[in-house]
């Protein structure tokens, strides 16, 4: 490698203190070349690597300061991550050591955005973030049989309205009938990937019906960025979030990362502004004690 970097891993999108998505947090340099930075989720063994630079404090009444912020998977950079922008507001609330909310804004090639932490005591940090508008449409008929297909759900174990959801990159919100269909899931991973990049899709993500009081659980399968299964898919569940605001549904609380051994939980609310429901989606997380140094 020709940089170096300070890399932190973070569990983020915690249940019940535990599990959790693990994430390399990389305080950046900007001297790193994409490849490298491609190279840390696998170094680290994560599925998502985030990269962090400060900038200038920004020219409002607060004085928050502002951070670019990119998103690697191995196999390229992505426009989004929800766990990763979890797991980046945790780390900076933590290092910033102070008591109450802590913001700051974070900026991607696309957007700025304002992001919120609070400590809770020394190891524990709640996160949350707007991942922006959402965008909703009825799949098709096609979407929606080549998806079934490859995720290996019969048409009787599927519901009837799945949608097209994205912040960013599409992909498909597949509703199954309980929890158990949701678990027995055993796609394809080959076909799947093959029928995403056909569609021009992120992944899909599935998910069973909601509580009265909206829990659920989730599985998201993404192997077009390299990413089989992920553990917590924060995007996703703003996605469904938005969704299921339509059903009257304005909060939920989604249980990912079962069937690969890293309980996760995320949790989205809808609030109704002038301009549009906004969401807000995020977790609980933790940071790792011991810092690995990435040398060139």
Do not use: Q
Request: net charge negative.
């Amino acid at each position: 490698m020709n940089g170096s970097a300070a890399a932190v891993l973070v569990h983020a999108c915690l249940r019940d203190g535990t599990g959790g998505s693990p994430t390399a947090v990389v305080l950046d340099d900007d001297r790193l070349s994409d490849e490298e930075r491609r190279r840390i989720p696998v170094e680290h063994g994560t599925s998502h690597a985030v990269f962090l630079r400060p900038e200038r404090e920004t020219e409002t009444a607060h004085g928050r300061p502002a951070f670019r912020i990119r998103f690697f998977t191995s196999g390229e950079e992505l426009p989004a991550c929800g766990h990763g922008t979890v797991a980046a507001l945790a780390l900076l609330a933590n290092r910033a050591g102070e008591e109450g909310e802590y913001r700051a804004l974070l900026r991607t090639s696309a957007r700025t955005f304002e992001g919120l932490a609070v400590r809770k005591g020394a190891a524990l940090v709640n996160a949350a973030f707007d991942p922006g508008p959402v965008d909703l449409r009825p799949a098709s008929a096609e979407e929606r049989s080549l998806v079934l297909s490859a995720l290996g759900v019969a048409g009787a174990d599927a519901g009837p309205d799945a949608r097209v959801a994205g912040v960013g990159r599409e992909r498909l919100l597949v509703p199954v009938r309980n929890r158990s269909v949701l678990a027995a899931l055993d796609p394809n991973s080959g076909r799947l990937r093959e029928v995403c990049d056909h569609l021009g899709f992120l992944g899909a993500y599935v998910y069973s019906p909601p509580s009265p009081t909206g829990e659920l659980a989730a599985r998201m399968f993404a192997p077009s960025i390299g990413v089989p299964e992920d553990i917590a898919n924060a995007n996703s569940t703003a996605c469904l979030a938005a969704h299921l605001a339509d059903r009257g549904i304005n909060r939920i609380a989604v249980d990912m990362g079962d069937a690969v051994g890293s309980p996760a939980t995320i949790t989205a609310s809808v609030h109704p502004e002038p301009t549009g429901p906004r969401v807000l989606v995020g977790g609980t997380a933790t940071i790792g004690t011991s810092h690995t140094w990435v040398r060139g």
